[in-house]
């Protein structure tokens, strides 16, 4: 194998890499797409903290959800 | 009498070369600059005393001899075995959520892998070297140790101690190498890019992301599936969230007792016929290069991309430089390079592990590639 072998491999070889990188990122967009986040509501910290001193005024007390009134 | 000499004639101190000893001190440098420098001690560490038991006169503690290094070394690098098991350790370790928010940022992972043809093409044009050998040189730009060890094992396992020693030496040198390269290639505007944060990544997108690469990334580029397939596999073990012993293993006591083993092994690699020599200089000088060409590449590539994005959609330019691979050092460097650069206005640290984590699956498929074509 020569150093022009090399050349054209290391040719086919970068554009290898950034094709399949591409198609992933083309991918990856399309999974995001499908499969979006949706809107959480409260955050699993804020529940904590509620639920923490709720506990700490009425022992016991079990928290399950917490709403937002706009 | 005799006996006392023949023991004496018999033992390593009347066998040592003058050779052993350089690479006594070569052992010496690396393990004072784990410990002294904090530079990528878990694997310095290992190398270092490697090297040492390999310049043990008759010791057989080579991983080129008979002995239990050998051993490890026949079992563990030349069956292909211990760089795909830290790679599922490292897919454990990796949250892709930065690089799913920004899918762009996968073109920037293949740019910065520039590096490792420029270095090859080099090594092959330039110092003589075989077009195995120049592709396993290559390869050291893409700044992933277990890659390094996967792709030489198989192309030029003469060469994989060098190879090794400049891949993981150069990781660690990062935050040397790449600011100068980003100050370079950007102005202080590009440099000010500050990038809206990433759009959310749900739960299902992060388990399906690494079913959907292992499957594409191994059909496409099959001799890249050790890499990719445990990369994957030890992602969808970190992600899935039912698999809390096995995430646990992996990337905890499994990692490090490979991590112990190749390090070892690696080290042991060079003993002094095999380390000193002219070659070893040129897979140095032309591990920096290719280390240099592929910062380069992921910089340029995203300022080429800025061309086309509308005002407000701009990437910042220097996170291209993290497109190297080295998690996440290379991501930090790029954090620091602009927060610095901003006075502390710009905080480019997830924007960056996108391309980050891109240039760990770019480089595997490099290698992938190298195999495939020159195998």
């Known amino acids: ?70 | 009498m005799n006996s006392a000499l023949e023991l004496l004639n018999q033992s390593g101190f009347a066998n040592l070369t003058w050779g052993n000893w350089v690479m006594f001190v070569v052992a010496g440098v690396l393990i004072f600059l784990a410990i002294k420098k904090n530079y990528e001690p878990l694997l310095l560490i290992p190398i270092g005393f490697g090297i040492i038991l390999a310049n043990l006169p008759l010791a057989e503690m080579g991983s080129y001899g008979e002995g239990i290094i050998g051993l490890i070394y026949n079992s563990g690098i030349k069956t292909e075995l211990l760089p795909p098991i830290i790679f599922l350790g490292v897919g454990v370790l990796t949250d892709f959520r930065p690089l799913l928010g920004r899918p762009l940022t996968f073109l920037l992972g293949a740019s910065a892998q520039l590096g490792i043809f420029v270095a090859a093409l080099g090594a092959a044009y330039l110092l003589g070297f075989t077009p195995k050998e120049a592709a396993s040189i290559g390869i050291i730009g893409g700044a992933d140790g277990p890659t390094s060890i996967f792709l030489a094992s198989k192309l030029a396992p003469h060469l994989l101690g060098p190879i090794a020693v400049a891949a993981y030496s150069y990781m660690s040198l990062v935050p040397i190498i790449q600011p100068p390269i980003m100050r370079l290639l950007t102005t202080k505007k590009e440099r000010a890019i500050d990038m809206p944060q990433a759009r959310p990544v749900s739960k299902t997108a992060v388990i399906v992301f690494p079913i959907v690469t292992g499957i594409v990334a191994s059909l496409a580029i099959p001799s890249s599936a050790p890499l990719i397939g445990m990369l994957m596999f030890g992602n969808l073990i970190r992600e899935s969230g039912v698999t809390e012993r096995l995430r646990k293993t992996a990337g905890g006591a499994l990692i490090d007792i490979v991590t112990l083993f190749l390090g070892l092994v690696v080290g042991a690699t060079m003993d002094a016929p095999h380390f000193l020599n002219i070659k070893t200089l040129m897979i140095l000088v032309l591990g920096a290069v290719a280390f240099s060409f592929s910062t380069a590449g992921g910089v340029v590539f995203a300022k080429i991309i800025n061309l086309f994005l509308s005002q407000g959609k701009k990437i910042n330019p220097c996170i291209g430089a993290a497109g190297v691979s080295a998690v996440p050092m290379a991501a930090r460097v790029v954090q620091k390079f602009v927060s610095d650069e901003t006075d502390g206005q710009v905080n480019p640290l997830m924007p960056a592990m996108g391309p980050n984590v891109a240039g760990v699956i770019g480089s595997a498929v490099a290698a992938g590639v190298f195999l495939t074509l020159l195998s």
């Open chain 1, 1 to 70: 194998m020569n150093s022009i072998d090399l050349v054209t491999i290391c040719i086919v070889a970068f554009i290898g890499v950034f094709l399949l990188l591409s198609i992933l990122a083309v991918i990856m967009r399309l999974i995001i797409a499908v499969f979006p986040e949706r809107a959480t509501g409260t955050g699993e910290a804020i529940l904590a903290v509620i639920s923490t001193t709720y506990k700490t005024h009425y022992p016991g007390t079990i928290i399950t959800r917490v709403e937002e009134v706009l």
